[in-house]
């Protein structure tokens, strides 16, 4: 996905949208094989016994994550028999029509990335199908432009590497990394050491550091307070907790601990953060521990 074409979308032209959709299936219904001819993600918000399966690999989905899958892939989903599965997803290409546009995202095969829930992805592709849904002023460039972010945001997950170095393996560096970061989102209200971070990955302190550094930009200390802030600010939109037990809730035990890193952060004091981005043009996206929506589920969205 180079940044040339991130930057060429904003011309409205270089990305069309096909279908989306939120549909909640039913337990042990199975999807495909199917081939399509255009790019697909797919967003699972929670984890669960799905099985995808392409070429000869298969993964079960047991955490929140999306799947890219590239246009002309063969592939097929093994919905969870336990449980009806909630997942949302967007269909797209260029707009020459070709399967292969070349200022798209060039993958081999599909691309599975966890720790979504800390972007800001789920709230984009949600945005998307809300838009699509009202048909409102601009709705179809809006959606687009909301891809475009959506897809830079998913680059990101793939992980980060110093000008003229080599590409990070998804498998081999960036997954030990994920866990960590995993780690961190279901402890944030506990004290966390590097030492945990590093037996979570399985690597050694000092190697976990240095990788860790390599792929976020950031020591994991940084990282953890990074977090902290990102759940607070969530929570400040999204929840009518006070100050105080938000900052205990996201593992602060000194409120003006909390003030001051949330004034080096964001930049702001967190009741201006409050009543900035409480808009309520904000209030269909889902609650941190909720569900809702403004667009109806199992529908179909399609666009010209």
């Known amino acids: 996905m180079p940044?040339?074409?991130?930057?060429?979308?904003?011309?409205f032209g270089a990305i069309r949208l096909v279908t989306s959709g939120d549909f909640v299936v039913k337990?042990?219904?199975?999807?495909?094989p199917v081939c399509h001819r255009n790019y697909q993600i797919v967003y699972f918000p929670a984890g669960s016994e799905t099985r995808y399966v392409w070429a000869d690999k298969s993964i079960v989905l047991n955490k929140p994550c999306v799947i890219i899958t590239p246009p002309g892939e063969t592939h097929s989903y093994e919905f969870d028999k336990s449980q009806p599965v909630r997942h949302l997803f967007i269909t797209f290409y260029g707009d020459d029509g070709a399967v292969e546009y070349p200022k798209l995202p060039k993958l081999n095969e599909s691309v599975c990335l966890n720790?979504?829930?800390?972007?800001?992805v789920p709230h984009l592709i949600k945005q998307i199908l809300?838009?699509?849904h009202k048909k409102v002023y601009l709705w179809e460039e809006r959606c687009k432009l909301l891809l475009v972010s959506a897809?830079?945001?998913?680059?990101?997950?793939?992980?980060?590497?110093?000008a003229g170095s080599a590409a990070i393996s998804d498998t081999k560096n960036s997954w030990p990394v994920l866990k960590a970061l995993d780690y961190i989102d279901r402890n944030l209200k506990e004290t966390i050491t590097i030492a945990q971070l590093a037996?979570?990955?399985?690597?050694?302190h000092e190697h976990f550091t240095r990788k860790f550094v390599q792929y976020m930009g950031m020591t994991p200390q940084k990282a953890i307070v990074k977090r902290r802030i990102d759940r607070a600010c969530q929570l400040l939109v999204y929840e009518k907790w006070n100050?105080?037990?938000?900052?205990?809730a996201v593992g602060f035990q000194n409120v003006h601990y909390f003030y001051r890193t949330f004034m080096k952060v964001t930049g702001m004091t967190a009741t201006q953060y409050r009543k900035i981005f409480s808009s309520p043009h904000l209030k269909h996206l889902a609650p941190v521990t909720g569900l809702e929506a403004s667009y109806p589920l199992n529908q179909y969205f399609r666009y010209s």
């Open 3 to 11: 940044p040339d074409w991130i930057h060429s979308a904003f011309e």
């Open 27 to 32: 337990p042990g219904w199975v999807y495909g």
């Open 115 to 120: 720790s979504v829930e800390e972007t800001f």
């Open 130 to 132: 809300f838009l699509a």
């Open 151 to 162: 897809l830079a945001e998913l680059e990101g997950l793939k992980g980060m590497r110093p």
């Open 199 to 204: 037996r979570e990955a399985g690597w050694s």
């Open 243 to 248: 100050i105080s037990e938000i900052a205990y």
